[in-house]
């Protein structure tokens, strides 16, 4: 049986399916680390109490492939180097990651840890997606969506949902309010989009918006942030600061399979919806955006004398690799803005064709640190 991991710039319909699907396979077991075996590569559970209730019996205890992430959180679980434990995946090192999991395991035997895996078929190896501490609060992705989407239906404005990424580490997508918009003729002068060649000065507009992110294995809290989406490219620009985020640290759990209780639940989606609701009356406005758009144009209009050589700087100061650094300058070169704002939007434009949907995330983000940069350049 194979469970979709993975999903870029899906469709709300596309995600709730494939987070619904997800849910369905979860199992969440707190054990002490001496009920861990590893054998092959994979990590075997035993010793576990079944459980039984009315969808049946759940019995946790088999074997469980990490994903890259998975192998990620168990080294940082056991305090192996996180570059060593993946060498150790490599061709012919598998009996070295056996042994060296093994022996640190052997260490705390009595210490207890929150594996979150997804079961499959009996006999089947499953997948485990993380070893965390036994504090780990579980805000999980469905959830998570369908009480942001309760939230923005409280507010009364009208939204659209999409751009999905959906990956072992996190999932984020984006909000946006078409009513809410606001003329950039001045950020977006001489742009003109790098997919279709329209010229901004036909279609200017600029639209308020959100992005949302949430990790269920432990790579980040639930968080949101404003977004303006800039309408003739669909260029996606997210404000660096987060208007509110819930941490994934609760009480200590239970040893066993953990059965997350419909009243806690309930009272995390309503706590996340009336969130939301709060952020998206306070934030959604033609106010803000127009305030954020002057702020970003103060920077923007700052000529790009030498691009090749701004973009060298932009990528060591922005983490960027050399094929993004390239990508952006061809996506700079598409959009025809010689500008510190180009820069910016190529940065975002760019971002829409890569295909890792976690890099994807982080270069959208990094455009205002890259509109920063640039602008600097001529100081």
Known sequence: MTIQLEARNASLNDAVAMLTEQAAHKV??????????????????????????????????????PTHIGDDSIAARLGIPTPYMRRLRGNGNIPLWDANVNHWLEQEPDRKVLLRMFATSQGETGILRSMSSDRFKAIDNLDNVLAILGGLKDAGIEFTVSGFNITERRMSFNVEAPDIRVAATTLLKDYRSPFSGKPASELPWVTAGFTFGNSETGNG?????????????????????????????????????????DDTQSASIALISKQVRDTVLTYCSAEYLQSWIDEMEEKAATPILDPAKAVKVIARRAGFSETEAQGILSHFIGGGQATAGGFMQATTSYAQVVESPDRAVELEARAMQVLDVAAALTH
Do not use: Q
């Not at 809290?221 to 800039?230: D, G």
């Not at 985020?245 to 239970?254: K, N, T």
């Open 28 to 65: 969440d077991v707190v054990t002490p680390m001496g009920a861990l075996t590893a054998h092959e590569g994979t990590v075997i559970l035993s010793g576990v109490e079944p459980v039984m209730d009315e969808s049946g019996v759940t019995d946790p205890n088999g074997s469980y492939r």
């Open 221 to 261: 809290s639930l968080s949101a942030a404003p977004r303006a989406k800039v309408l003739v490219c669909n260029n996606g620009m997210t404000r660096n600061v987060d208007l509110f985020r819930a941490v994934h640290l609760g009480g200590r759990l239970e040893e066993g399979v953990i059965e997350w209780g």
